[in-house]
């Protein structure tokens, strides 16, 4: 039997007769290592000699009862389960030792040994879904890790990067700013990963795709007919985010009547459900980005400066591409390597000419856009060096032409909504912003199946 295998359990049971039928009827699973006791003291001695998996103890011992020792086990060992095996069926006993922490509570009869075999395959079961949880938070972490998400070493990148090792150190606000593209959200979830939150969830909302009248139950949640269309209780993004981190991009789009809210639910760290009276506590890291100048929107009114002030934290801003064009080749390398990598192909070099090409290119979509076209090229290349040709951008598109054949003026402008549309990865709120319309003209197009999101 591997030592990996050992499962380690404590009997503690002051009756001689019925603790070696306890011993023998577990020691049938070959994977369990047993250990009997017959007092209280001798269990607390072994503890520090042999930390078991799991521990039973009978509530009445010579020495001290079950609440005393429970007490004692779980101030050395927090996460170590403790089932509870009594001759007496007291019921205050039992609720007042579950709600300490006990695992569960049996009374000795004929179905003891069966149900304690039970409970122990779903412990086990459930410590092993918990290890498994952590190995995963754990793979996540190295997934996010800063030398993976922030390749470069010009120095706009490198302040970067020293902010974001200033902030998984505690548990300040981050409020992001940066262009589309240039890594919002993998800096949040970078932070998150690296941070004490790390085993919690991690909760993003992009604020400018939920609906106005939608953004109060998607955050804060509603209670069951609360509404209209309100047909079972919704938990918020919020709640689904307490102990852990909550990241909400375009915080900008909030509109004041939500900020007021958000702004009381941060102040005094609890929130209530739309239709809701249940005061729900909140434990959350909150980290807000926008490609919006935050303190101009103040300015102009579109948004409070109390919860301006409330957010901003620790600020970071991502630097776009084109300033921090000594970066371009260490990024495009990594892309090429990753996505050559991931799909079997074989390594691939990048010309010169085609270099060259890259470097001169402004690359409005920022890191994302030249992740996008590094992929394009390797799936272009006819062999294992990156030409001019394989490299695709955005600049050589056709674009929007009026020549070709006779359109109305509408049916230009759904073209180069389109055509934005599509250049910033389907963000309605941005591309508003660059063509200088309101976000209701593309919904309307889009409600009414002249635009596609998709």
């Given at each position: 039997?591997?030592?990996?295998?050992?499962?380690?359990?404590?009997?503690?049971?002051?009756?001689?007769?019925?603790?070696?039928?306890?011993?023998?009827?577990?020691?049938?699973?070959?994977?369990?290592?047993?250990?009997?006791?017959?007092?209280?003291?001798?269990?607390?001695?072994?503890?520090?000699?042999?930390?078991?998996?799991?521990?039973?103890?009978?509530?009445?011992?010579?020495?001290?009862?079950?609440?005393?020792?429970?007490?004692?086990?779980?101030?050395?060992?927090?996460?170590?389960?403790?089932?509870?095996?009594?001759?007496?069926?007291?019921?205050?006993?039992?609720?007042?030792?579950?709600?300490?922490?006990?695992?569960?509570?049996?009374?000795?009869?004929?179905?003891?040994?069966?149900?304690?075999?039970?409970?122990?395959?779903?412990?086990?079961?459930?410590?092993?879904?918990?290890?498994?949880?952590?190995?995963?938070?754990?793979?996540?972490?190295?997934?996010?890790?800063?030398?993976?998400?922030?390749?470069?070493?010009?120095?706009?990148?490198?302040?970067?990067?020293?902010?974001?090792?200033?902030?998984?150190?505690?548990?300040?606000?981050?409020?992001?700013?940066?262009?589309?593209?240039?890594?919002?959200?993998?800096?949040?979830?970078?932070?998150?990963?690296?941070?004490?939150?790390?085993?919690?969830?991690?909760?993003?909302?992009?604020?400018?795709?939920?609906?106005?009248?939608?953004?109060?139950?998607?955050?804060?949640?509603?209670?069951?007919?609360?509404?209209?269309?309100?047909?079972?209780?919704?938990?918020?993004?919020?709640?689904?985010?307490?102990?852990?981190?909550?990241?909400?991009?375009?915080?900008?789009?909030?509109?004041?009547?939500?900020?007021?809210?958000?702004?009381?639910?941060?102040?005094?760290?609890?929130?209530?459900?739309?239709?809701?009276?249940?005061?729900?506590?909140?434990?959350?890291?909150?980290?807000?980005?926008?490609?919006?100048?935050?303190?101009?929107?103040?300015?102009?009114?579109?948004?409070?400066?109390?919860?301006?002030?409330?957010?901003?934290?620790?600020?970071?801003?991502?630097?776009?591409?084109?300033?921090?064009?000594?970066?371009?080749?260490?990024?495009?390398?990594?892309?090429?390597?990753?996505?050559?990598?991931?799909?079997?192909?074989?390594?691939?070099?990048?010309?010169?000419?085609?270099?060259?090409?890259?470097?001169?290119?402004?690359?409005?979509?920022?890191?994302?856009?030249?992740?996008?076209?590094?992929?394009?090229?390797?799936?272009?290349?006819?062999?294992?060096?990156?030409?001019?040709?394989?490299?695709?951008?955005?600049?050589e598109s056709e674009g929007v032409s009026v020549n070709n054949d006779e359109?109305?003026?509408?049916?230009?402008?759904?073209?180069?909504?389109?055509?934005?549309?599509?250049?910033?990865?389907?963000?309605?709120?941005?591309?508003?912003?660059?063509?200088?319309?309101?976000?209701?003209?593309?919904?309307?197009?889009?409600?009414?199946n002249e635009l596609s999101l998709s």
């Open positions: 039997m591997s030592e990996s295998s050992t499962y380690r359990i404590f009997i503690v049971e002051d009756d001689p007769w019925y603790g070696e039928v306890l011993k023998y009827h577990l020691s049938l699973n070959p994977d369990y290592e047993l250990y009997r006791f017959t007092t209280g003291a001798e269990c607390l001695a072994q503890l520090a000699i042999c930390q078991p998996h799991l521990i039973t103890i009978d509530y009445s011992l010579p020495d001290t009862n079950g609440s005393d020792l429970f007490r004692r086990i779980h101030e050395r060992l927090p996460d170590t389960p403790v089932i509870v095996i009594s001759g007496q069926n007291d019921v205050e006993t039992a609720v007042g030792l579950l709600q300490a922490g006990v695992r569960d509570y049996f009374v000795k009869d004929d179905r003891t040994k069966d149900l304690l075999w039970n409970a122990i395959l779903k412990i086990r079961e459930n410590q092993s879904l918990k290890q498994e949880i952590e190995l995963l938070h754990e793979k996540l972490g190295q997934k996010y890790d800063f030398g993976s998400i922030i390749k470069g070493n010009s120095p706009a990148i490198q302040k970067v990067f020293s902010l974001v090792e200033k902030a998984v150190r505690t548990n300040i606000n981050i409020s992001i700013t940066g262009e589309t593209g240039t890594g919002k959200e993998l800096v949040a979830q970078a932070i998150h990963y690296h941070s004490d939150r790390k085993k919690k969830p991690f909760v993003a909302v992009n604020m400018a795709a939920i609906p106005h009248d939608l953004a109060e139950s998607e955050l804060f949640g509603h209670e069951k007919g609360a509404f209209t269309g309100a047909v079972n209780r919704k938990i918020g993004r919020f709640e689904e985010a307490n102990k852990g981190t909550l990241f909400l991009d375009e915080i900008a789009e909030l509109d004041l009547t939500l900020q007021s809210k958000l702004l009381r639910v941060l102040q005094e760290r609890e929130l209530m459900r739309v239709g809701g009276t249940e005061r729900i506590p909140l434990d959350i890291r909150l980290i807000i980005a926008s490609h919006k100048n935050l303190l101009d929107e103040v300015r102009q009114g579109r948004f409070r400066e109390d919860l301006y002030y409330r957010l901003m934290g620790l600020p970071i801003s991502l630097p776009p591409l084109r300033d921090r064009s000594t970066d371009i080749m260490v990024l495009a390398r990594y892309f090429l390597d990753d996505f050559c990598q991931d799909n079997r192909l074989p390594s691939m070099a990048i010309s010169p000419l085609a270099t060259d090409k890259l470097l001169r290119y402004s690359f409005p979509g920022n890191v994302r856009e030249l992740k996008s076209v590094m992929q394009l090229a390797a799936v272009m290349c006819d062999g294992t060096e990156v030409k001019p040709d394989d490299v695709m951008l955005a600049s359109k109305t003026l509408r049916d230009y402008t759904i073209q180069i909504i389109k055509s934005y549309l599509k250049k910033y990865d389907n963000n309605v709120v941005l591309v508003a912003d660059k063509l200088d319309i309101g976000k209701s003209t593309i919904y309307k197009m889009i409600q009414t």
